[in-house]
């Protein structure tokens, strides 16, 4: 062995408390760069939407517009408004409100000091930069409101997502209860065949359901949208039902020593213990409801009245394809109620998921 092999290398790196603190602090600062990364990619969208919401038509067309919302910004100046441009000055860019524009020249005023008077300047107005302010267009609101008659088509969604939620609740409840408390014959082929109905894509059964709702006459009705949810849902049993068999026996043992009858146990006993979980298929269910559209399409087609938003918002989409502030407008006004109820029911709903291993 030589001698420089013999020679020990000199260390690279910081030793100590002082470089277990930096690599940490490195490794949290850059786990929490990506997750805001990561966070900001999929919010994007919905922050492009809200932005276009509040902006006026004219700033979507408008090149150099900036992407918050904004309005052009003007000066006025004895009794009249003139736009306000940036304007290159010896001094660095300026912002002047033109009152005279010509062609190779251009009077300005400085809304800063209009006291000072005009401003003779020498270029071509046309090529300059228009300063822009912050300014929300809560007119496209309104105008969404009127243009669709918003409030007819909301009261019709959230009718429609209330009763089916109900409707499921109640069915699927009572089915994932026998399921998960009595033996009989055939139960676990029973609840097999019922979690096959999973995989059965929903478009093989659409036309023969179509023929048998028009054959009842309930199309242009609400009825194909609300019935079929009061005889239990297969995903829906399923995840009640897994929860359900953790629920210890000796509470319906000991309520039926009390004189209780099942149903007195599932409704004083199993459904007290298993509001999370109700919750969070309640929760699934309703914003099913409120996004279907392929149903409601279908069945309420001929009938405006009855119609809900998901189906209205396609109608206007295409009416108003020319203007996206509006239709933004449409979109942020159609999930406010969804989100405000997730909002104040998020606790259970977590939880509810989390019990239920939806989230695996």
Known sequence: ??????????????????????????????????????????????GYMAATALKDAAQMSETGAPLYPAKPSTFT?????????????????RQWALVDPRREDATFVDPAHPESGTIEWQGRWRTLEQAWQFG????????????INFGRLL???FAIAMISTLGTL????????????FRFPGKNGL????LATIILPFQITLIPTFAVFLALGWTGTWLPLL???????????????QYFVTIPRELDEAAMMDGASPFRVLISVIVPQSIPVLTAVGLFHFFFAWNDFFQPLIYLQGNIDLQPLSVGIAVFNALYSQKPTLIQAAAVMSIVVPVAIFFFAQ?????GIVITGVEK
């Open 347 to 351: 606790r259970a709903f977590m939880r």
């Open 191 to 194: 609840f097999l065949l019922l």
């Open 155 to 157: 009261l019709n969604t």
């Open 170 to 181: 109640l069915s699927s409840t009572v089915v994932a209860y026998g399921f998960s408390r």
């Open 227 to 241: 019935v079929p949810h009061f005889f239990a849902n297969a995903y829906n049993v399923f995840l009640l039902r």
């Open 1 to 46: 062995m030589t001698l420089a092999a013999a020679q020990q290398l000199p260390h690279i790196g910081l030793r100590g408390l002082l470089g277990r603190r930096l690599r940490k602090w490195t490794a949290i600062s850059s786990v929490t760069f990506l997750g805001l990364v990561v966070v900001s990619a999929y919010l994007m969208p919905l």
């Open 136 to 147: 929300l267009e809560l007119e496209n609101f309104v105008t969404v409101w009127n243009q």
């Open 77 to 93: 100046w004895q009794g009249q408004d003139y736009a306000v441009y940036n304007v290159p000055t010896a001094d660095g860019v």
